[in-house]
């Protein structure tokens, strides 16, 4: 590629040193690497420097593996940033290089650029790199099928995402343009690989290859056909139904079955396929695709009856029970599947059978419990067997409930009867029927109370008591644990309809069974006493505080021991429960709160040491959050210094050994901390707080929030004794510079300045006040935003509540003279843009304050008089503008792994800052504000208001008995300004 040799490759070798070190085992050394590649990956040169690595021949293939890493990255962190320093030349080049260099590359660095390239397409596709599609297109031409591979590898991500977009003009303009380019030749690819696969057929490995261009095919078809069926497929309908009719039909091959017993092989990944987009074509565009129809349930029909119970074939078995369940869904087929010969086929030979819970099942329920419960448990998006299965009889409920019910009720009965007769050999059984009766049971369900509707021919609660209970009462919580867990994923999904007094009788056999030794089984008990913590029964906790109260040493003991142990490490749901039983026990949890965080903090520190599951640790903080919640409300100050003694210790060893994962979460804990204490900021945050100001922490976006709010508690708490000489306040100052030129965090750069005006004497910004406005006026004229304009007009109104409508009139006539006039025209254009009841009554008090209390608005500025009482009555009379954001896509954070990122704890929140809370209503305020300046300007005032808002303002002053003229009572006012008066104002 000649972009790529025109590369100055005498730095190769010192770049390959650095990549080396990134596979480095040692945290700092690894680490350190990473950092250095980051502060040099904009340098002019240095992306052509790391693609030149990925295919240099003199390079070893881990460092070209390394290099390929490095790219991706750097393109995530920079590509779509708006702070990016990547310079036009290197986006240039890259683009014109990548494609090639992908197509060239061996599979597993072909697959990392095609990653690659989807970043930068997800941006500048299709308008900043119109020749991208055109140049993937002219590839399919190529006799190399892994290239082909590649480009449709490279293809399918950026498509992707129209499964999943609102619909909108622009949507719909860009799938065009694609169509346009891509359907006819894809179509011929689809038709001529297919062709290839049968000359091809005694050749394994080439086979192999253009079954993976099938499954490729496919996949963009999927995509190409979700938001609407394109013209030309529907034209094309009958090529491509061949083509998926002639995939399904053929027999299973076995020289592509792969070696690992539980992984599908190519036929069988295309096959799922094309169940999935046949599937999509049933439930979407069923009138155009009915002629293709029963040829398709027939030959699903025949595939789900002739393929094994093998692990390698669930998803190509669920995708075909799910083509099947959205065919009986519709009205129209129904009568496919009435006849009682069909539902019993139905059930016999396709339900059941995949309802059972095979070897291969128990094999990941004991050895791989994260994976069971990832696809079994309630909410979770995995396809499995059980659950495709469960869908189609829930499929075929919709329309043939009754005899569904009678039918398949029945055979729950005979596989019952067969556990009772040898339940340690026959446990299978018990556990299919349980299967079944849930998927006859609920016809609608919601993640947060589990079936919200239920079949009438069921009777949970009898079902519950006959069948369920007994296995949760058995005192070896280890025997059978399968069946345990099925039991405790009824209770689950059918928590809402159980009776309080039954979930109350369940409760302490859901703590008993945190103690199994099976984690399947200890995890399903905590997840489930976790969601019936959170139950209300008539708006009332279903669990009360008095309830958990007699359980509540044991529950905590059986959660941290059941935490203890190998198997269950880092358990998000064990964590979870937690966190929920802490907040929940309320005042009772007080008296463990010490042996609670005492055990948390050690976990704290044992996971600091490799963060790698982001849930569970998300969980820890909140708990923490809920114990200092539970001790310190109502400024109990001793128990706020308990907390900060514990804390702090572990919390210093994060900071100090730069544990970036969980900075955001440390701040956010120490800004509760702070926040509840009733004033002043004692000397460990004093020694803490120049480090907040240090660049490299507000390097990371993922802090800017949490990082914001607690230099707001320590200027709340020590105002301007928190500032040790005139260069912290400058630190702080060049935060909120660096803050309010960037069009992702201005909003935190708003929060902060607003903190500094509210809680700083003005003296001690005096000096700084006309750098801090020109800070605001050189954004708005480089980069303005509605978010922007948003803020800035929120600030200029706290700026005249707080330090005087004159003032901050001033403020700006100071910069230059009259710029308060073109600021404030500008500003009033956005005004019904403004969002948030704070942030609108915000802008009404400061807006009147301008109107009213400062004398310019009345002299120098008087034309603006009008325009700016009518923007206030606006704001308080019509809705907010639904206009559009800008997409400020930021992908600073490096998504590859596991990297910082600001989750907000919601047990350590703050409650909203009111900047005026001795102005409830803003209309009454405008009222009184009108009647004093009138009051102070005899006959210059009624005259200003405009004809558009006189109703609105007499209905304000009426409203408080007062006018712009004098006495409500008695007063001669204009016929303009005559009303029915509706209140009657005292002599």
């Not at 390079?59 to 990255?73: D, L």
């Not at 599979?107 to 991208?132: K, M, T, V, Y």
């Not at 026990?585 to 982001?614: C, D, H, T, W």
């Not at 969980?619 to 100050?637: L, T, W």
């Amino acid at each position: 590629n000649a972009t790529i040799a025109m590369v100055d490759t005498s730095q190769l070798p010192q770049l390959a040193g650095y990549l080396q070190q990134t596979l480095d085992p040692g945290l700092s050394v690894r680490r350190g690497a990473e950092k250095f590649l980051e502060s040099v990956e904009t340098s002019p040169g240095f992306p052509m420097l790391l693609l030149t690595a990925v295919e240099a021949p003199q390079v070893e293939p881990p460092i070209r593996m390394a290099a390929a890493i490095a790219f991706k990255n750097l393109l995530r962190r920079q590509w779509s940033s708006e702070d990016s320093k990547l310079s036009p030349e290197d986006r240039t080049a890259v683009k014109q290089a990548v494609v090639d260099l992908m197509l060239r590359a061996p599979d597993s660095i072909q697959r990392l650029l095609s990653e690659g390239i989807a970043i930068i397409a997800n941006c500048d596709f299709p308008h900043n790199w119109e020749d991208l599609l055109p140049h993937l297109v002219s590839k399919f031409s190529t006799p190399d099928f892994n290239a082909i591979n590649g480009v449709l590898r490279t293809a399918n991500p950026l498509f992707r995402r129209y499964r999943f977009e609102v619909r909108s003009d622009k949507l719909w303009s860009e799938i065009g343009y694609v169509l346009e380019i891509l359907a006819a030749p894809l179509t011929e690819l689809f038709q001529n690989t297919f062709a290839m696969i049968k000359t091809h057929e005694s050749d394994p490995a080439a086979v192999k290859v253009l079954y993976d261009s099938i499954k490729l095919i496919c996949e963009l078809f999927y995509s190409l056909n979700y938001q609407d069926l394109p013209a030309y497929f529907e034209d094309n309908m009958a090529t491509w139904m061949e083509g998926f009719s002639a995939l399904l039909s053929l027999p299973p091959n076995p020289a592509l079955i792969e070696d690992d017993p539980d992984k599908p092989g190519v036929l069988e990944d295309v096959k799922a396929q094309v169940c999935t987009n046949i599937a999509l074509y049933a439930s979407k565009y069923d009138e155009d695709f009915e002629t293709y129809l029963p040829k398709f349930v027939e030959l699903t029909w025949t595939l789900l009856t002739t393929t094994g119970l093998e692990l390698r074939y669930d998803t190509l078995v669920s995708t075909a029970l799910s083509f099947l369940a959205s065919v009986a869904d519709r009205e129209k087929n129904k009568d496919l599947f009435g006849n009682p010969d069909t539902m019993q086929s139905i059930c016999d030979q396709v339900i059941v059978p995949n309802l059972f819970f095979r070897e291969g099942d128990e094999e990941i329920f004991e050895d791989n419990a994260e994976e069971y419960i990832r696809r079994d448990m309630e909410g979770s998006d995995v396809d499995t067997r059980r659950r495709a299965a469960s869908d189609l009889v829930r499929a075929l409920c919709k329309h043939w409930e009754a005899p569904v019910t009678a039918l398949f009720l029945g055979r729950v009965q005979s596989l019952l009867e067969e556990y009772t007769q040898d339940p340690a050999n026959k446990w299978r059984n018990k556990d299919a029927a349980i299967y079944l009766i849930s998927a006859l049971a609920v016809r609608t369900k919601k993640s947060s109370t589990g079936a919200s509707s239920i079949n009438d021919g069921i009777n949970i609660v009898d079902v519950f008591q006959t069948t369920i209970l007994a296995d949760l009462q058995d005192p070896n919580v280890n025997a059978l644990p399968v069946l345990k867990a099925n039991a405790i994923k009824f209770v689950t999904t059918f928590r809402s309809q159980m009776p309080k007094e039954m979930l109350g009788g369940v409760f302490p056999l859901l703590v008993a069974h945190l103690t199994s030794t099976a984690p399947v089984v200890s995890s399903y008990a905590a997840a489930t006493i976790e969601k019936i913590l959170v139950l209300k029964q008539g708006g009332a906790p279903v669990i009360t505080e008095a309830d958990i109260a007699p359980h509540l040493e044991s529950l905590l003991g059986n959660l941290f021991t059941a935490l203890a142990q190998p198997q269950n490490a880092e358990n998000e749901y064990i964590m979870k429960a937690i966190m929920r039983v802490i907040s929940s026990a309320k005042n009772s949890v007080q008296q463990y709160v010490g042996i609670v965080v005492e055990r948390l903090s050690a976990i704290l520190l044992e996971v600091a040491k490799n963060p790698g599951k982001p849930r569970f640790n998300h969980f820890m903080f909140e708990s923490f959050a809920c114990s200092i919640r539970a001790c310190c409300d109502g400024a109990n100050v001793s128990a706020i210094e308990s907390f900060e003694t514990a804390l702090f210790p572990p919390f210093h060893i994060l900071l100090t050994n730069d544990v970036v994962e969980f900075q955001p979460y440390v701040f956010q804990l120490l800004s509760l901390l702070l926040e509840m204490r009733p004033t002043g900021v004692p000397a460990p945050y004093m020694e803490l707080f120049p480090h907040l100001l240090a660049p490299a922490l507000w390097e990371s976006k993922a802090n800017s929030t949490p990082l914001v709010r607690l230099l707001q508690a320590f200027l709340a708490k020590g105002k301007d004794g928190v500032f040790t000489d005139d260069s912290q306040l400058e630190g702080m100052l060049g935060v909120y510079q660096k803050l309010i030129s960037s069009k992702s965090q201005d909003h935190n750069g708003f929060t902060l300045i607003e903190a500094m005006v509210m809680h700083l004497s003005e003296e001690k910004l005096a000096n700084f006040f006309t750098t801090i406005l020109t800070l605001l006026l050189t954004r708005m004229q480089a980069s303005r935003t509605t978010k922007f304009t948003r803020g800035l007009l929120t600030f200029v109104c706290f700026l005249a509540g707080k330090r005087g409508a004159s003032s901050t009139i001033q403020g700006f006539d100071t910069i230059q003279p009259g710029l308060f006039a073109m600021v404030l025209k500008r500003l009033l254009e956005d005004v019904q843009k403004v969002s948030g009841d704070t942030e609108r009554k915000t802008c009404a008090v400061g807006m009147t304050l301008l109107l009213t209390q400062a004398p310019e608005m009345l002299s120098t500025y008087g034309e603006l008089w009008p325009a700016l009482l009518t923007a206030i009555v606006k704001l308080l009379e019509l809705p907010q503008d639904e206009a559009e954001e800008e997409n400020v896509v930021d992908f600073e954070e490096d998504n590859s792994g596991y990297k910082a990122a600001f989750a907000k704890l919601a047990y350590a929140g703050s409650a909203e800052l009111d900047p005026f809370p001795d102005i409830a209503d803003a209309k009454p305020f405008l009222a009184t504000q009108l009647h004093a300046l009138a009051t102070q300007h005899p006959g210059q005032v009624a005259g200003q208001v405009p004809a558009e808002v006189q109703s609105m303002v007499q209905g304000y002053l009426q409203v408080k008995c007062l006018t712009l003229f004098g006495n409500a009572k008695g007063s001669s006012l204009p016929t303009t300004y005559r009303w029915h008066s509706l209140v009657h104002c005292p002599e």
